[in-house]
T-cell receptor, first 115, second 111 residues
Framework: NAGVMQNPRHLVRRRGQEARLRCSPM?????VYWYRQLPEEGLKFMVY????????ESGMPKERFSAEFPKEGPSILRIQQVVRGDSAAYFC?????????????FGSGTRLTVV | GESVGLHLPTLSVQEGDNSIINCAYS??????FIWYKQESGKGPQFIID?????DKRQGQRVTVLLNKTVKHLSLQIAATQPGDSAVYFC??????????FGTGTRLTVIP
């Protein structure tokens, strides 16, 4: 009965490289949410996906960031040409249906450091 | 949009005392509220939730109070223990829309 699995736990990238963050939702959950957390701040919503569909990407920067949740496999948050300001903890949450009332379960996050 | 704030960034309490963490929100249409606990290096962990048709809900050692008139909610932790030391976030949702998180309050329990 694994929870939400995120990997890697820690990721170091040089400026200009690409970062790929993976999230496997809980079994039976088909809704995935990505959040970003800067040090000493709350979590900021980035994107909401269902299988093969982006439902809401209003919190995701228009450039360099993309997300997918394919029919098979984990959800991927991709950051191209990373900059120092991308350094943060990225959390994924999953739920069995639409909306927080159905319960979000968070993963342990990926801590991205851009050097 | 939604603005969610917390009154205090840090809170220190003696072990065994009660803790109260406060949160203010801005959207009067918000109808679902959650408190999360985040320990160092971990993701947010659900503590307790409350819907807008209630003003109080109790769990094990925790109580959430909601005042819709002034758009304020609080988390009360009874008999605070060292294991309660963490950052606590309130999160607010409107309908099926996404959660907005507050900045967080760091609770430190002094043995």
């Amino acid at each position: 009965n694994a929870g939400v699995m995120q990997n890697p736990r820690h990721l170091v990238r040089r400026r200009g490289q690409e970062a790929r963050l993976r999230c496997s939702p809980m079994k039976g959950h088909s809704h995935v949410y990505w959040y970003r957390q800067l040090p000493e701040e709350g979590l900021k919503f980035m994107v909401y996906l269902q299988k093969e569909n982006i439902i809401d990407e209003s919190g995701m920067p228009k450039e360099r960031f993309s997300a997918e949740f394919p029919k098979e496999g984990p959800s991927i948050l991709r950051i191209q040409q990373v900059v120092r300001g991308d350094s943060a903890a990225y959390f994924c949450a999953s739920s069995p249906s639409t909306g927080p009332v159905y319960g979000y379960t968070f993963g342990s996050g990926t801590r991205l450091t851009v050097v | 949009g939604e603005s969610v704030g917390l009154h205090l960034p840090t809170l220190s309490v003696q072990e065994g005392d009660n803790s109260i963490i406060n949160c203010a929100y801005s959207n009067s249409a918000s109808d679902y509220f959650i408190w999360y606990k985040q320990e160092s290096g971990k993701g947010p962990q659900f503590i307790i939730d409350i819907r807008s048709n209630m003003d109080k809900r109790q769990g094990q050692r925790v109580t959430v109070l909601l005042n819709k008139t002034v758009k304020h909610l609080s988390l009360q932790i009874a008999a605070t223990q060292p294991g309660d030391s963490a950052v606590y976030f309130c999160a607010v949702a409107t309908g099926a829309n996404n959660l907005f998180f507050g900045t967080g309050t760091r609770l430190t329990v002094i043995p």
